[in-house]
């Protein structure tokens, strides 16, 4: 079955630590989005990825990074200079023009 | 980035049509209009899209006003599943790369009665 899948569902991390979240897809699609939800509120995007080894930043891009090593991947890491981090990431994919289809999620919650 | 605004909350009975509205007053030519819903905890899923004329699909059917600065979203025969939250956003459709930001505004949460 195509997809997008991300894992683990939930994390638990201490402060200061840098934790990454990982995103996969076997949807042939090129672009690949973050995006981080907080309670009761929309989704807001952190980065986005159009091909393999390209990435921009989204509108909340600080204290995340990101990389786009393989078609099917793009891992986003939550640093220790993300001042609020405990929130519900999502991943999604799309090709040119296509809407998005998006991961299950991953919540983190940094104590 | 034009911006949406939806109704925070709905409710409707089982079995029962449900319109759910969205103003994009400040749309431009070149945007479409998408719909996704969110059930709890889980990522949104695509619902249907327009630009101009009104659009039909399994799941639901969207119409346009004339003016193109509202929109309505109808889901035929509610279902205890279609408890969600639906957001409306607005996608510029002349972006050359054929990538895009979608804008999520806190969209309209959808309380269905059995």
């Known amino acids: 079955d195509g997809g997008i899948t991300q894992s683990p569902k939930y994390l638990f991390r201490k402060e200061g630590q840098n934790v990454t979240l990982s995103c996969e897809q076997n949807l042939n699609h090129d672009a690949m989005y973050w995006y981080r939800q907080d309670p009761g509120q929309g989704l807001r995007l952190i980065y986005y990825?159009?091909?393999?080894?390209?990435?921009q930043k989204g509108d909340i891009a600080e204290g995340y990074s990101v990389s786009r090593e393989k078609k099917e991947s793009f891992p986003l890491t939550v640093t220790s200079a993300q001042k609020n981090p405990t929130a519900f990431y999502l991943c999604?994919?799309?090709?040119?023009?296509?809407?998005?289809?998006f991961g299950p999620g991953t919540r983190l919650t940094v104590t | 980035d034009a911006k949406t605004t939806q109704p925070n909350s709905m409710e409707s009975n089982e079995e029962e049509p449900v319109h759910l509205p969205c103003n994009h007053s400040?749309?431009?030519?070149?945007?479409?209009i998408h719909w996704y819903r969110q059930l709890p905890s889980q990522g949104p899923e695509y619902v249907i899209h327009g630009l101009t004329s009104n659009v039909n699909n399994r799941m639901a059917s969207l119409a346009i006003a004339e003016d193109r600065k509202s929109s309505t979203l109808i889901l035929h025969r509610a279902t205890l599943r279609d408890a969600a939250v639906y957001y409306c956003i607005l996608r510029d459709g002349h972006r050359g790369s054929g990538t895009y930001k979608y804008i999520f505004g806190t969209g309209t949460r959808l309380k269905v009665l059995a």
């Open positions: 990825s159009q091909i393999v080894n390209d990435f």
């Open positions: 999604a994919s799309s090709i040119p023009w296509g809407e998005q289809y």
């Open positions: 400040t749309i431009s030519g070149t945007d479409y």
